[in-house]
């Protein structure tokens, strides 16, 4: 079975698939694909993308063949077909029954309306496809497509694996027995492990859309200068991409990620782990001044942020990067902290982002709310806003002060030594009314309850001013400020 897998191509003329001999994992992933709301939209998407197959991003001419440096080969996948085609006509014979019974049942229509996939990579949108079309009882053409698939992205192991499983669903029961050894091997591969992983963090993904019309919980306003924003959702291996404008956030593209070996809320260095919070862009990275480890490029954040920095958090080093050329995609959990893409989906995101105004924000598991709920959360730290800008219109120090925590930093190009926060800011209005414009507000909770604010300020009678990052913690019903960005 592994030199079937290895070739690309059946040895044996195929045989008609028996319900005993598919394998139950892939029949319980293509139900799930059917009942997922937006499946639809995926489906056109990799029908566009199989237009063009061979021509997108990353696409080689070669042959099939098992590579990867910490992933299965491909023969696993034809090993482990054959292992499961066996556990089915034993014990898992009411798993198979329940996942087809699960592709027979009409979706249930869902109590909101999804957000479809609105761009799938390439890759990613024709294993969907393939996955749908065993779902329909197409095997043939879903074998078809999966071997287009790994003939032009060799490197993606998960399609190698369920291209093997389909391979094998095509093998007469004498044919596809393992030996004993042969099965436990396959039963305590790591590697095997993570790739189903894969498969079912790719497949919640589709399954659980976000809600029409929402945005991350963090995101409670954004200005436009921010053209784009990021979220990453650690818990679905998932990054999500929105495009901002005068009509709020819109979400137009979700990639598979990894996070941290060790998962997420970095606390040390070298614990292997994604820091949690709100960041920003910080620069990106030439690939041609990067090992061949980070793939297409790299997109650094500004962890440790003020934050961090304030509960003791430390490290450093944290980037958005690629692959290397002979991966496709990672497990799951496969980084030292960073988070990880398919080179073929950062590239597309390496278009779009800003130095210094995109933010990222990486979560656990990402809430979403409605831009009517968003503005609600919001009025609290814009009325504390409103209220440190009068304050220091009016030059009133001792309430002025009152919005400042004992600790507060400031970090600026024109030094301020020897002079408190309080009395610069005085000195620096003069008593003038000022305008904020660009407001951003990005909010955290994870035990204390932050705000990071981003503006700028125009007072009367001028044409520019400053740029500010302020982050703010709530203390009771008051929001504090405990540091401060002067960006320019």
């Not at 309850?449 to 001028?462: I, N, R």
Request: overall charge positive.
């Amino acid at each position: 079975m592994a030199d079937i897998v290895r070739r690309g191509r059946l040895q044996n003329p195929p045989f008609r698939p028996r319900s005993g001999h598919l394998l139950a994992a892939l029949m319980a992933a293509s139900a799930l694909m059917l009942a997922a709301p937006g499946a639809a939209q995926a489906s056109a998407a990799a029908k566009q993308s199989n237009a063009k197959a061979g021509s997108g991003n990353g696409a080689s001419k070669s042959k099939p063949k098992a590579v990867g440096s910490n992933r299965a080969p491909a023969a696993h996948g034809a090993r482990a077909s054959a292992r499961e085609a066996k556990e089915a006509r034993g014990g898992k014979k009411a798993a198979v029954a329940e996942a087809k019974a699960a592709a027979a049942k009409p979706a249930r229509r869902p109590a909101r309306a999804a957000a479809p996939i609105q761009e799938a990579s390439n890759a990613e949108a024709r294993l969907i496809a393939v996955y749908e079309m065993f779902g329909r009882g197409q095997a043939r053409p879903a074998l078809a497509k999966a071997r287009d698939l790994v003939r032009d992205y060799p490197n993606f192991q998960l399609a190698q694996l369920v291209y093997g499983d389909l391979l094998a669903a095509q093998v007469p029961p004498s044919n596809s027995l393992p030996d004993t050894a042969s099965i436990a091997r396959m039963r305590g591969n790591p590697a095997m492990a993570e790739l189903h992983e894969e498969s079912r963090r790719r497949l919640q993904a589709l399954r659980e859309r976000p809600p029409a019309n929402t945005v991350p919980s963090q995101f409670l306003a954004l200005s436009t200068r921010s053209r784009y924003a990021i979220a990453v959702d650690a818990s679905r291996s998932r990054l999500y991409l929105f495009e901002n404008s005068d009509k709020g956030l819109k979400l137009t593209a979700d990639y598979y990620i990894s996070v941290g070996k060790s998962g997420t809320d970095k606390a040390t260095e070298g614990d292997a782990r994604t820091p949690l919070g709100v960041y920003y862009i910080t620069s990106s990275l030439d690939p041609k001044s990067l090992k061949d480890f980070y793939g297409a490029g790299a997109l650094p954040i500004n962890y440790p942020n003020p934050y961090d920095v304030r509960r003791g958090k430390t490290g450093g080093g944290i980037w958005l990067h690629g692959t290397p050329p002979q991966q496709f995609a990672r497990a799951p959990l496969a980084s030292d902290g960073c988070v990880v893409m398919a080179n073929p989906d950062l590239k597309q995101l390496l278009r779009k982002v800003q130095i210094g105004a995109t933010p990222v924000v990486t979560a656990r598991s990402l809430q979403w709310i409605s831009q009517p709920q968003a503005e609600k959360e919001s009025q609290s730290i814009s009325s504390a806003i409103n209220g440190w800008k009068d304050a220091r219109a009016n030059g009133n120090e001792a309430q002025l002060k009152k919005f400042y925590l004992p600790d507060f930093q400031r970090i600026s190009k024109k030094s301020t030594e020897g002079i408190s926060a309080v009395e610069d800011e005085v000195k620096y209005a003069q008593g003038k009314r000022v305008q904020l414009k660009d407001m951003s507000f990005l909010h955290w909770r994870d035990g204390d309850d932050t705000m990071v604010v981003t503006f700028g300020e125009v007072f009367e009678g001028e044409k520019s001013g400053r740029s500010r990052r302020q982050y703010w913690l709530r203390q009771g019903s008051e929001w504090k400020l405990f540091h401060e960005d002067i960006l320019g």
